[in-house]
């Protein structure tokens, strides 16, 4: 909204701690969707030659 507002030093520190406590959760979601793309892509190739697949290129594929 444009409007800045001095924070206590108190509040800084907070805000902070939800920032990195945000940034953290969003590095976890993109790493769980790497994986899940890997498991994919790892799974379907299994597929066609057919390989055996670990549970979790099952899931990845057909859902849990």
Do not use: P
Not at 26 to 48: M, Y
Request: proline share 0%; hydrophobic share 40%; aromatic share 2%.
């Amino acid at each position: 909204n444009g409007i800045s507002v001095e924070l206590t030093a108190e509040e800084q520190t907070a805000h902070e701690a939800a920032q990195a406590t945000a940034q953290a959760a969003i590095e976890v979601d993109n790493e769980n969707k790497t994986t899940l793309d890997t498991n994919k892509a790892t799974g379907k190739a299994k597929l066609k030659t057919g390989e055996a697949l670990s549970d979790a290129e099952i899931s990845a594929l057909f859902g849990d």
